[in-house]
């Protein structure tokens, strides 16, 4: 349908004009850039143990942080009660106490501020009338989603502080995270949508199409699984690559039975199978950039471009996540590395986003 056509049809039926689609789509895109940086935060919080600083979950007199030198004195000595603190190196004072708490203030802080900026924009364009019918229910969904998102990092973050545990429980990290990238991916899907409402046909592309679903598949469960070696603290042990051990399989991965369990509690299995994944989603995504980039296939230029994207930054996630295990796990190249996982991820999804016009024509 002619762009001004498209137009003139939504005035007369009440649907929202193109204009005031991608009016929505800038919103939910700075939505999913304040998602990633919030990802980041959380990466570095865990990654230098400030998750745990702050030991009470207030969701909105939270919001100011501690004014007085008794206050930070009286938080301190609450720190001191966690088997954390018993953990830190000598010399660990009120100031390397306030280091770890300012990071987890702002990270809570900024999902605070993410929070109200998706509630006050969904508010104005539905007052509007510029959100679709049937957008607005998923929309309030994903707002819910988020304040449940909220009680999962506090479910996380308590389970720090029981005696026997100097670090939060793997299970609720990875819980965690999940909701997070559904959250990213939802809102990241909705705003392309957004943006571009009609999909060009894209002839001939189907089994592309599905490739490209298994390289989003794949990213995401090599993601998960990253959150397992994150929170099982897998990625200290076999800091070598390729061989782990001098060995393909390292020794121990079968130690438990049944033998899933390996999957979950052995560091051994947990990381090698993080790496099977990681290689895995780099092969099918540099299998599907070879195909989308075939002269056979003749991809229009938006498709073919995000195909080249997504084979360039698999290849950029894949030396970070080597270069993270050789450096035995340095903060600022780990906290790098989980970003450039949902960069990956998004990558993935725009890539997939572009084929819509492969399912399209095929139904026709």
């Not at 939505?31 to 400030?50: E, F, H, P, Q």
């Not at 106490?97 to 802080?109: G, M, P, S, V």
């Not at 001939?204 to 794949?218: D, E, K, P, Q, T």
């Amino acid at each position: 349908m002619p762009f001004d056509l498209v137009i003139a049809h939504g005035r007369s039926t009440g649907v929202p004009s193109i204009g005031a689609r991608r009016a929505v789509a800038i919103w939910l895109f700075t939505i999913c850039v304040m998602l990633l940086v919030m990802i980041g935060l959380g990466g570095a919080t865990r990654l230098t143990g400030s998750g745990l600083s702050i030991m009470d979950w207030q969701p909105i007199s939270g919001i100011v942080p501690p004014l007085s030198s008794a206050e930070w004195e009286r938080l301190f000595a609450i720190y001191k009660t966690i088997p954390q603190y018993k953990m830190q190196p000598l010399g660990f004072d009120l100031t390397s106490f306030q280091h770890i708490f300012w990071l987890e203030w702002i990270h809570r802080f900024w999902g605070r501020l993410t929070g109200i900026a998706f509630l006050l924009p969904l508010i104005y364009f539905a007052v509007r009338g510029q959100i679709r019918r049937k957008l607005l229910p998923g929309l309030i969904v994903i707002f819910c989603l988020g304040g449940v998102q909220g009680f999962v990092g506090w479910f996380m973050v308590s389970s720090g502080f029981f005696p026997d545990s100097d670090h939060v429980q793997t299970l609720r990290l990875v819980a965690h995270l999940v909701v997070a990238l559904v959250l990213y991916a939802a809102i990241l899907w909705v705003a392309m949508t957004e943006w571009v409402p009609y999909p060009p046909a894209v002839p001939g592309s189907v089994g592309l199409r599905r490739l490209v679903i298994a390289v989003v598949v794949l990213t995401a469960l090599t993601i998960i699984a990253g959150g397992f070696t994150a929170g099982s603290r897998a990625g200290y042990v076999f800091n070598s690559f390729p061989l782990m051990g001098g060995r393909i399989i390292p020794r121990g991965y079968d130690a438990l039975h049944p033998f899933w369990m390996n999957w979950f509690h052995t560091l051994a299995a947990i990381q090698f199978d993080h790496r099977l994944l990681a290689t895995a989603t780099a092969v099918t995504t540099l299998a599907a950039v070879l195909w989308g980039s075939s002269r056979q296939l003749r991809l229009p230029q938006g498709p073919r471009d995000a195909m080249l994207a997504l084979g360039v930054v698999v290849v950029v996630q894949y030396v970070l996540g080597v270069a993270t295990l050789l450096l035995v796990v340095p903060v600022d190249l780990a906290t790098l590395h989980q970003v450039v996982a949902v960069l990956l991820l998004s990558a993935g999804l725009i890539a997939l986003h572009s084929l819509r016009g492969a399912r399209a024509h095929a139904q026709t």
